[in-house]
C-alpha cells in the first residue's frame, strides 16, 4: 500500500483486500453499481462500516446512487498495487506448506510464490505446485533479493531461527503460521495466523455467542 494512505486505520487496512475480491467478481458478472447495503449483505460486515472505510479514501460513491464498480476496482487496484508483482518464499514444505504451494495465491495474479525452502534433502530439487524447493542451508546463495514477503511454516522450534535467518536475508514481512511469537527488529512486520488458537476461538464463541 502507498505511504500516503498508511494512515487509515489497520481494521480498514485488512479489509480492502476483501473488498477487491468481492469487487473483482462484481466486474466478472457484469454487474455495473452496488449499495454499502449489498455489499453488507455479501461481504457480512456492517454498510456503516464500510462507508466509513470507503470515506478515508474520499468520495467514491454517491448516497442514493451506489458505488460505480469499475471505477471502485480500479481505485482499489491502484490503491493495493495490483499491478505491481510481489514476490513470496515459502519457508517449511511440511504439511500445511504444501497445502500453500498447490494453491499459490491461485486468487491473485500479483502475489506469486516464487521459491519454497526446506532441509529435507528428498524435497530439496523437487517441484510442488510449479514452485522449486530449494536447500535451506544455502539460502543466501539463492535469487530472492526481489522478493520482501515470506511465509513460515515450520515446526515451532524452529520458527524463531529461521525468522532470524529470513530478517538478515532482507524479509520485511512474514507470515508466521506457527504458534511461536516471535521476536524481530522494529521494522519487521509479522502477521500471525494461529489455526488452533482461531479454532478455540470460534469453539468458545459457538458455546457462549450464540447466533
Known amino acids: 500500500m502507498k505511504s500516503d494512505q498508511l494512515k487509515i486505520p489497520q481494521a480498514t487496512a485488512k479489509r480492502l483486500p476483501l473488498y477487491y475480491r468481492f469487487l473483482e467478481n462484481l466486474h466478472t458478472s ?29 468520495a467514491l460513491g454517491k448516497k442514493g446512487y451506489g458505488y460505480n464498480v469499475q471505477y471502485l476496482l480500479s481505485f ?8 505491481e508483482r510481489t514476490n513470496v518464499i515459502l519457508v517449511g514444505v511440511g504439511n500445511l506448506g504444501t497445502a500453500l504451494l ?3 495465491f491461485s486468487k491473485n495474479n500479483s502475489t506469486v ?17 510449479e514452485v522449486p524447493i530449494y536447500d535451506w542451508n544455502k539460502l543466501d546463495e539463492t535469487g530472492i533479493k526481489d522478493t520482501s514477503i515470506a511465509v513460515l511454516t515450520v515446526p515451532a522450534s524452529q520458527a524463531q531461527s529461521s525468522a532470524d535467518k529470513l530478517v538478515e ?5 512474514i507470515l508466521n503460521f506457527t504458534p511461536v511469537r516471535l521476536s524481530v527488529p522494529e521494522h519487521i512486520r509479522v502477521h500471525h495466523i494461529d489455526l488452533a488458537i482461531e479454532l478455540q ?11
Open 102 to 104: 498447490q494453491y499459490n
Open 201 to 211: 476461538a470460534l469453539v468458545y464463541f459457538l458455546k457462549h455467542y450464540p447466533l
Open 30 to 58: 457484469g454487474k455495473q453499481r452496488v449499495s454499502s447495503t449489498e455489499l453488507s449483505q455479501a461481504l457480512k460486515v456492517d454498510s456503516a462500516t464500510i462507508r466509513r472505510d470507503f470515506s478515508y479514501f474520499g
Open 169 to 173: 536475508a532482507g524479509i520485511s514481512g
Open 113 to 129: 510464490m516464487t521459491h519454497a525452502f526446506d532441509v529435507d534433502e528428498k524435497k530439496i530439487g523437487t517441484t510442488i505446485g
Open 76 to 83: 482499489f487496484r491502484d490503491t493495493l498495487d495490483q499491478d
